[in-house]
């Protein structure tokens, strides 16, 4: 597994320097069916954070909007639906931001989907749209990175090191064979033991003395626990590198690079 690039094709896929850094205000997260604004809460700041962690935008929260526009007017901007593209565009006008970042929590079911939307204001036309499905809300949040990857049309994050579960997976599956041979091992052994052991009794004058069959019975069953040993710690090793195993979040993609000016193709992912 080679090392995940992000290539740039016009300009580099790395985050502005702050001064050109463009603006994206994160709006509250709309809350679905068997959702309350408790939950939706602190779910919209942790995308905020991400956002600004990311360092493509200068990001403006929902605390500063309520800062910067005060509460009236923050309620007649905010009171349109997330679908009215002239409500965010005087929104981002108001604020200063070119982008603006909205999106929807909710439950299907037993699971939570989250789906962000990312509106260039000036071209009145979607930058980038992520929708994720998961059992519980830390494995939501744990896709986070990659959702507002896709949401800003930013490159994806560089792929985890797959370098300790292919070990474990490699030095597991080594030690269940050395496991298979021992067993295989054993099983001769006390073939042949028995073998000599049945011949003896029709023929006793060909036989070793009580001791010698008593260490070789010995040093079978030594054997026979260590093939067992092995081959269970195998197991054990590869199916720890299994669960270790990083998921694939995304192929490689194409995206679109933030800029003061416009937008900049850039290659993203894995290789």
């Known amino acids: 597994m080679l090392t995940p690039?992000?290539?740039?094709?016009?300009?580099?896929?790395?985050?502005?320097?702050s001064g050109e850094r463009p603006r994206l205000a994160v709006l509250d997260l709309a809350t679905g069916a068997g959702v309350d604004a408790q939950t939706a809460g602190p779910f919209g700041e942790a995308i905020a954070a991400e956002v600004q962690r990311r360092g493509f935008f200068e990001v403006i929260s929902q605390r500063d909007i309520s800062t910067?526009?005060?509460?009236?007017?923050?309620?007649?901007?905010?009171?349109?639906?997330?679908?009215?593209?002239?409500?965010?565009?005087?929104?981002?006008?108001?604020?200063?931001?070119?982008?603006?970042?909205?999106?929807?929590?909710?439950?299907?079911?037993?699971?939570w989907q989250l789906t962000l939307n990312t509106l260039d204001t000036k071209k009145a036309q979607p930058l980038g749209r992520a929708t994720r499905?998961?059992?519980d809300l830390a494995a939501l949040q744990a896709t986070l990175p990659y959702a507002v990857a896709e949401a800003t049309a930013t490159p994806a994050p560089p792929a985890k090191s797959r370098v300790l579960p292919y070990t474990l997976v490699g030095v597991g599956a080594a030690t269940a064979v050395v496991g298979l041979l021992l067993g295989a091992l054993a099983l001769n052994n006390q073939g042949q033991l028995q073998g000599e052991l049945d011949s003896g009794a029709e023929r006793p004058g060909i036989l070793d003395t009580?001791?010698?069959?008593?260490?070789?019975?010995?040093?079978?069953?030594?054997?026979?626990?260590?093939?067992?040993?092995?081959?269970?710690?195998?197991?054990?090793?590869?199916?720890?590198?299994?669960?270790?195993?990083?998921?694939?979040?995304?192929?490689?993609?194409?995206?679109?690079?933030?800029?003061?000016?416009?937008?900049?193709?850039?290659?993203?992912?894995?290789?």
């Open 133 to 135: 499905l998961a059992k």
């Open 68 to 111: 910067m526009l005060g509460l009236e007017r923050q309620k007649q901007l905010l009171g349109c639906s997330e679908e009215a593209q002239s409500c965010l565009a005087e929104l981002s006008g108001a604020l200063g931001a070119r982008f603006v970042l909205s999106g929807t929590l909710a439950r299907l079911g037993d699971a």
């Open 5 to 17: 690039l992000v290539l740039a094709l016009t300009v580099a896929a790395q985050p502005p320097v």
């Open 210 to 271: 009580r001791a010698s069959y008593q260490r070789a019975a010995a040093g079978i069953e030594r054997t026979r626990w260590a093939a067992i040993g092995c081959l269970a710690g195998g197991v054990a090793l590869a199916a720890l590198g299994l669960v270790l195993m990083p998921r694939d979040e995304g192929a490689t993609q194409v995206a679109l690079l933030p800029g003061r000016d416009g937008l900049t193709f850039a290659l993203g992912g894995s290789f």
